[in-house]
């Protein structure tokens, strides 16, 4: 695939993340390197657009730890996500 922009902005002090699109579907891959400390995770990767790929659990909430309104991506975690078909850029 190519190179994308991210669904969401990055944050310096937050997870890592990269984006590619590939016949009509993009992809986003989601990682926290810190050792001791759980990173926010953006709302925009977790509505409805996009679905964890490689995981059991399609909901990608079930694979975060919630505090509050917010879930985070706990320490060392990879997350691998998939767009819907995309037909006309977006």
Do not use: C, H
């Amino acid at each position: 695939g190519r190179r994308t922009t991210l669904p969401f902005l990055p944050s310096p002090d937050g997870i890592q993340a990269r984006a590619w699109r590939y016949r009509l579907r993009d992809y986003v891959v989601i990682l926290n390197s810190k050792p001791d400390l759980k990173l926010k995770v953006p709302a925009e990767i977790l509505g409805g657009d996009w679905r964890p790929l490689f995981e059991r659990r399609r909901d990608p909430k079930e694979l975060l730890d919630q505090v509050g309104a917010s879930w985070f991506l706990p320490p060392y975690r990879v997350l691998v996500f998939e767009s819907r078909m995309r037909l006309f850029g977006g």
